[in-house]
């Protein structure tokens, strides 16, 4: 699979810069409201980046892969290379019925 051009990569940059700027303004001020963030401790925070670093990290890294894996769906690879012969079926069963099989089935399925 083809490396993401540089440009791209940096849409996602700026995506999780922006994101990233309105949370942590709503985060501050609501910490503030709260009195757990003041002049007091304010340094203390600022002195530990390094920390959020690396919880941003952890949150972007599981975020993209939750997004990439609910965008390219479900499937997997479950032959490991051996034939599936899937038998024809009478056409009776439905998928908007087959709450058995496929769970979650949206009751507005068939319209």
Same mark, same amino acid.
């Given at each position: 699979?083809?490396?993401?051009?540089?440009?791209?990569?940096?849409?996602?940059?700026?995506?999780?810069?922006?994101?990233?700027?309105?949370?942590?303004?709503?985060?501050?001020?609501?910490?503030?409201?709260?009195?757990?963030?003041?002049?007091?401790?304010?340094? $203390?925070?600022?002195?530990? !980046?390094? *920390? &959020?670093? +690396? =919880?941003?990290?952890?949150? /972007?890294? %599981?975020?993209?892969?939750?997004?990439?894996?609910?965008?390219?769906?479900?499937? $997997?690879?479950?032959?490991? !290379?051996? *034939? &599936?012969? +899937? =038998?024809?079926?009478?056409? /009776?069963? %439905?998928?908007?019925?087959?709450?058995?099989?496929?769970?979650?089935?949206?009751?507005?399925?068939?319209?």
């Amino acid at each position: 699979m083809a490396m993401i051009a540089s440009n791209r990569v940096e849409t996602l940059v700026r995506m999780v810069v922006d994101a990233a700027r309105k949370a942590a303004e709503e985060a501050i001020r609501e910490l503030e409201g709260r009195k757990v963030l003041h002049n007091g401790n304010f340094q $203390r925070v600022l002195a530990q !980046g390094d *920390k &959020v670093v +690396i =919880a941003v990290k952890a949150t /972007v890294v %599981t975020t993209f892969a939750d997004l990439v894996e609910n965008i390219a769906g479900r499937l $997997r690879l479950i032959s490991e !290379g051996s *034939k &599936v012969t +899937i =038998a024809a079926t009478s056409g /009776v069963e %439905t998928i908007a019925n087959a709450r058995d099989v496929f769970v979650g089935i949206d009751t507005d399925f068939r319209n």
